[in-house]
């Protein structure tokens, strides 16, 4: 079988496709390896709910998300071959997303300072099970 | 090939060269899948700051505890562990199909394309079967009016919420009416017809004292955006599968018609697969944000 050209004189390059599926199976063992760990985690959460501090509660959530964070550079770099692509292709689509950091530190503490406020102002929400003191209603009035 | 004569009715990229060295159709599917990224983004930091905002949100691990056919087993984590790595596998037999097409081998993409499929029709019916369970599912709950009720999780019911004590419970039991006591008794036996009936001739104090003597687990409900966010986003990362298979279906039909035998080339392969990979790396997030975490 002879490889594939693209008849289309706009484009000068192709990447080199002429290798083996090693490195596919070798990223699909990755991920695996990966998940595993991630839901071992989770298992550990689970196993250990009300024996852990919050700092270490947080500190493995956060363990979980930056391995979900690997998982997603490992598909996108290889599965969806973009490792493989143009520098400024990449820029254009990474850098963009950048936004996300800034989005989830000003929204994540938007919604931890609306659980604050409404903590303060008694059980105005049905949905509000903790027992707020009596001292902390009366010094809001 | 910078040397090739141009062939006439070649559409240009405007400038009639490639700015990223990559066909149109494939930069274009690139921006789709960011812009999408933004989308599911959005709807996860939503559910984010929904979820940061409420002092009780809803537990994965008492949610999603439940696998097909093992009853009332307690599960966490198992049938979604199975749902990502189908859709991890699926993932790896579509890069398969585009390395196939790389090397124009037909039959190799016919192969990996179906294997695709199957992966994600798979993926579709646990994610079926979970709505379902969750749907049609019978939890205990304290209504606001201080009865209690028996509720599946829905976009407007959710009954997870923080455990009742046995007192809290046993008061709520004598404000229930008839009706709903005989529904909170059937849900101790389930399946068994004959038991039904006799619950329903029974008078309110004997359900009271069979539901209060019974290890059943009675909840305050939970913050009512559960359902929602669940439900919109897991729905809207499976409308996703649902079209990804649906494309992966016709790409097997164009290349079994030899379509891209006579093009020279694999390109709509890998834009398909581009598509495949997005979903899979969506649902590693969604994994992330309401199972695992």
């Known amino acids: ?141 | 090939m910078g040397s090739t004569a141009i062939p006439t009715g070649t559409k240009w990229w405007s400038g009639g060269k490639s700015p990223f060295n990559v066909s149109y159709g494939k930069v274009m599917m690139w921006y789709f899948l960011m812009s999408d990224a933004f989308t599911f983004g959005a709807f996860l930091i939503s559910y984010g700051t929904i979820r940061f905002s409420v002092n009780n949100w809803a537990d994965p691990n008492k949610v999603f505890n439940s696998f097909p056919f093992a009853g009332h087993a307690n599960l966490p984590l198992a049938f979604v562990s199975l749902m990502t790595f189908i859709l991890i596998f699926s993932s790896v037999t579509m890069v398969l199909a585009v390395h196939e097409g790389h090397q124009m081998n037909k039959k190799g993409v016919e192969k990996y394309m179906i294997l695709t499929i199957i992966g994600g029709a798979a993926f579709l019916g646990c994610q079926a079967w979970e709505w379902t369970h969750l749907l049609t599912g019978e939890h205990v709950a304290l209504l606001n009016d201080g009865t209690l009720s028996v509720l599946p999780t829905t976009v407007k019911m959710n009954p997870w919420g923080e455990a009742l004590s046995h007192s809290e419970m046993v008061n709520a039991l004598q404000k229930t009416s008839h009706e709903q006591l005989v529904a909170i008794a059937n849900t101790l036996h389930h399946g068994a017809e004959n038991a039904h009936h006799a619950a329903a001739s029974l008078t309110n104090q004997e359900l009271i004292n069979q539901i209060a003597s019974s290890e059943i687990h009675a909840t305050h409900t939970g913050p009512i955006a559960f359902g929602g966010y669940f439900f919109g986003i897991t729905g809207f990362h499976g409308f996703h599968v649902l079209s990804g298979v649906v494309i992966n279906i016709i790409m097997y039909i164009k290349t079994k018609l030899g379509h891209f035998e006579q093009r020279g080339h694999y390109e709509m392969i890998e834009k398909a697969g581009l598509y495949w990979h997005f979903v899979d790396l969506v649902w590693v997030f969604v994994f992330l944000c309401f199972y695992l975490v």
């Not at chain 1, 143009?86 to 254009?92: A, G, S």
């Open chain 1, 1 to 141: 079988m002879s490889a594939q050209h693209y008849e289309n004189p706009e484009i000068t390059f192709q990447p080199d496709h002429s290798g083996g599926t090693k490195k596919i199976w070798k990223i699909f063992w990755v991920l695996s390896a990966l998940t595993i760990v991630e839901l071992a985690l989770g298992y550990f959460l689970y196993a250990k709910d009300g024996q852990l501090g919050n700092a270490a509660v947080l500190t493995t959530k956060i363990v979980i998300g930056i391995l979900t964070l690997a998982k997603a550079y490992y598909i996108v770099s290889v599965f969806m071959h973009l490792g493989d692509e143009v520098r400024n292709l990449i820029m254009t689509i990474v850098v963009p997303l950048v936004l996300f950091v800034w989005f989830i530190i000003a929204f994540l503490a938007d919604g931890e300072s609306w659980k604050n406020l409404r903590n303060t102002r008694g059980k105005s929400r049905t949905y509000q099970t903790e027992e707020v003191s009596k001292g902390a209603v009366e010094s809001h009035k």
